[in-house]
């Protein structure tokens, strides 16, 4: 594998990122002392630091990886959704297609850190489906786009924030399987069985088991590829791609299958992990069509920025040479 020659390809991808996209805020400070008024900690704050998070952070990803993205999405027309807008132009992600509406607001994460250990967080959300007219609209965005950009992979963020609506997901699968359009899913509890015909299914193995309402037990590739087996009754999709946290990644696609084990790595947050997994691997696939080159290099991804405090995106130096001295000899 020339890892060169492929993170080259993946300047000429062009990717689109659906979902909920949401602001993340941290405000960093010290404790030395116990509240007079609560038996809880006093945070002297010093900074204050806002970041691209959910299926931002996925899009965030994919430009880290070098691809032309565009992301969809329903936020606030509020103070958060113009930062949120800011940083995402910033990061040249193209938001032309995100709908202001003024019935919602902007998701915003507000977590206070100390010494690197968040001690709270505060969730300003709207999770009820979005308007009807906001839902054709971005519909009517998104086939649009499809048809005169053709991209490689359209990617599902769903944190159940409401943009994902049922009726949503079933219109952009066949509108992007009417234009050969590889599609991939990260799914959350609520839609979890509504991608139906997605190429890729990318749920961790909490929220799997949850969904098929499974006990736990002794985590196996048979124990797996029955799940594979579960989950391909309902959604008919092409590859699982299950995260198992400190164990790795497990993939099937068809009768192939195989856990990647994951790296020795000094774990600081693992926010965001799961958001580095599923654009790494879709942007991988969309290329290679290699679903295990995809499971490793994601799976190396996922593990690199579990190494920093907070959502971050993978850094594309860092993933090229981390692959190069840990899959060239696997493989």
Request: hydrophobic residues 40%; glycine residues 6%.
């Amino acid at each position: 594998m020339d890892f060169n020659e492929l993170f080259q390809q993946l300047e000429k991808v062009r990717v689109a990122v659906v979902g909920d996209v949401m602001l993340d805020t941290y405000w960093w400070g010290k404790v030395d002392r116990i509240s007079p008024e609560a038996p809880v900690p006093v945070v002297a704050l010093n900074k204050k630091e806002h970041r691209i998070g959910g299926a931002g952070n996925v899009a965030l990803n994919c430009v880290a990886m070098g691809c032309e993205t565009t992301i969809f999405s329903v936020i606030g027309d509020d103070v958060d959704g113009e930062l949120l807008m800011g940083l995402l132009q910033e990061r040249y992600i193209d938001t032309k297609y995100i709908i202001k509406s003024g019935d919602r607001i902007t998701t915003n994460k507000i977590r206070v850190m100390s010494r690197s250990q968040q001690m709270i967080r505060m969730d300003a959300e709207v999770t009820d489906d979005i308007l009807t007219e906001d839902e054709q609209a971005l519909l009517y965005n998104f086939t649009s786009y499809v048809k005169r950009y053709q991209p490689s992979v359209v990617i599902f963020e769903d944190y159940n924030k409401g943009v994902l609506t049922e009726g949503l997901i079933t219109a952009m699968i066949a509108t992007c399987k009417e234009h050969g359009v590889v599609t991939t899913v990260d799914p959350k509890r609520k839609n979890f069985f509504a991608y139906k015909g997605v190429d890729m299914f990318k749920p961790n193995l909490k929220e799997v088991k949850e969904a098929l309402n499974l006990l736990p037990e002794t985590v196996n590739e048979t124990s797996l590829r029955n799940i594979h087996a579960e989950l391909h009754q309902v959604l008919q999709h092409k590859i699982s791609l299950i995260t198992l946290s400190e164990k790795g990644v497990f993939f099937q696609k068809g009768s192939s299958s195989r856990i990647i084990p994951t790296h020795i790595r000094n774990i600081a947050d693992v926010s965001g992990a799961g958001d580095t997994v599923i654009a790494v691997a879709s942007v991988v696939y969309a290329t290679t069509k290699d679903v295990r080159l995809a499971a490793e290099m994601s799976n190396i991804a996922g593990g690199l920025v579990c190494e920093e405090v907070g959502t971050a995106a993978i850094g594309r130096i860092r993933l090229l040479q981390e692959c190069k001295k840990l899959l060239v000899e696997s493989r």
